[in-house]
């Protein structure tokens, strides 16, 4: 049993590299992903599945559910970071590392917001992973999966993390404490026609 991590396919503003909205969908090549990891996920087991509730989550969680027979359930929890006032920019014309640790968006959210945003949902993800049978699928953003794996979740030796997850990046994480992460951003189920834009892989 396992909970299986997941960030949202690929939108236009991944490949913009730019903030974006809470309605933001996916793209073309967005969907195409998404259809991939359902095929891939129904075949390793869904017995639950919880999402964001932004637009681009929750459309990849949906093409889980359509692949599995599962529903879906929302967790608003598990949305992005809000950026406030970045939204809809490119980081490209920013002069500021947006993502640095002390800085806090014009009308958006602090690192210490975000991660007890992110524990609070954890506790329900923790809750609700031993009744699903046999996994449970968790479709979020970026920085949620960076919040889980910089303070919750516990690497194996070797297993190293480079700073950000592909689009519908899967890791595959034991369902019981002390939470250890088994597989790590895998995009196996990707082929040449949607494999990552290296470009945004770190992107919201």
């Given at each position: 049993m396992s909970i299986l991590l997941v960030r949202h396919g690929e939108t236009e503003g991944n490949r913009k590299r730019a903030f974006q909205q809470p309605?933001?969908?996916l793209s073309e090549r967005g969907l195409a992903q998404a259809r991939q990891l359902g095929e891939r996920l129904a075949g390793m087991g869904v017995g639950a599945i919880i999402a964001s509730d932004y637009a681009r989550a929750r459309m990849t969680a949906e093409a889980v559910s359509l692949a599995s027979g599962v529903p879906l359930q929302i967790d608003p929890d598990l949305r992005e970071r809000n950026f406030g006032a970045l939204r809809g920019r490119s980081y490209a014309d920013l002069e500021i590392d947006p993502f640095g640790p002390d800085y806090t968006p014009p009308d958006g959210e602090s690192w210490e917001a975000l991660h007890a945003r992110v524990d609070s949902a954890w506790e329900r993800v923790a809750e609700a992973a031993p009744a699903a049978d046999p996994n449970l699928v968790v479709v979020t953003h970026g920085l949620?999966?960076?919040?889980?794996?910089?303070?919750?979740l516990q690497l194996p030796e070797g297993l190293d993390y480079t700073g950000g997850f592909a689009n519908t990046a899967l890791s595959v994480i034991d369902a019981a404490p002390p939470w250890r992460v088994r597989v790590l951003g895998c995009t196996a189920h990707l082929d040449a026609s949607t494999a990552h834009d290296p470009g945004s892989k770190s992107g919201l």
């Open positions: 309605e933001t969908p949620v999966c960076h919040s889980l794996v910089m303070r919750k």
